[in-house]
């Protein structure tokens, strides 16, 4: 059989599952690919520093760190278009 290509976007795709939990069985079952290439690209990803911390690896917390930034960017972003509707809004209703 042959060997499957694992590329960068499938690479990506692995640490973030496996930063939800999910075990290296069940990611290596989904993506069809073995056990042991799940643990190496989770090895690579943490520089082979596969120690876990409260239950998650490293690679998964800096996943899990990289969406909270980005949520909190967009969040500040819905805030200032929210202000600026208000704003508008306000103008709109003042009597001339």
């Known amino acids: ?3 499957k290509r694992i590329d960068a976007d499938m690479r990506q795709k692995v640490l973030e599952v496996h930063a939800t ?3 290296m069985r069940k990611i290596a079952e989904r993506f069809g690919i073995s056990a042991t290439s799940v643990g190496r690209i989770i090895r690579e990803k943490s520089n082979g520093q596969s120690v876990k911390k409260n239950g998650k690896s490293r690679a998964g917390n800096a996943i899990m760190q990289k969406k909270i930034l980005d949520l909190e960017r967009r969040l500040a972003e819905l805030e200032t278009k929210i202000l600026e509707y208000e704003a508008r809004m306000k103008r ?5």
């Open 21 to 23: 939990g999910l075990s």
């Open 92 to 96: 709109q209703r003042r009597p001339a």
């Open 1 to 3: 059989m042959a060997r």
